[in-house]
């Protein structure tokens, strides 16, 4: 049985920096973030493959967001700059246990317990 377990949410101001952590135990392949917002669907923020040789990010995160593994570590980070009041959300991160990195909820047979980021402007 795989466990997701974040850490590193927390307040920021607009334009400011967080970094959040997924430590994973057990066998994974692709992960991925996703957030929920208040009154909002869940949404893809960005994944990255088992090997860390592809990452992809929503158009809405490109550029201010990063996806990158620790080696030797089964823990994904998702460096989060330049953040806006709209990241405002609750942050899952999701794994699978296929290698293609995919988009859809659906796709992803384990989930953490989400991590709460607030942007105030």
């Known amino acids: 049985q795989v466990q997701l377990v974040e850490s590193g949410g927390g307040l920021v101001q607009a334009g400011g920096s967080l970094r959040l952590s997924c430590a994973a135990s057990?066998?994974?392949?692709?992960m991925a973030w996703f957030r929920q917002a208040p009154g909002k669907e869940r949404e893809f923020v960005g994944g990255?493959?088992?090997?860390?040789?592809?990452?992809n990010y929503a158009d809405f995160v490109k550029g201010r967001f990063t996806i990158s593994r620790e080696n030797g570590k089964n823990t994904r980070y998702l460096q989060m700059n330049s953040l806006k009041p709209e990241d405002t959300a609750v942050y899952f991160c999701?794994?699978?246990?296929?290698?293609?990195?995919?988009?859809?909820?659906?796709?992803?047979?384990?989930w953490g317990q989400g991590t709460q980021v607030t942007v105030s402007s």
């Open positions: 999701a794994a699978r246990s296929g290698l293609e990195l995919r988009f859809e909820q659906s796709q992803y047979d384990y």
């Open positions: 057990g066998r994974t392949f692709t």
């Open positions: 990255i493959s088992w090997t860390g040789s592809t990452t």
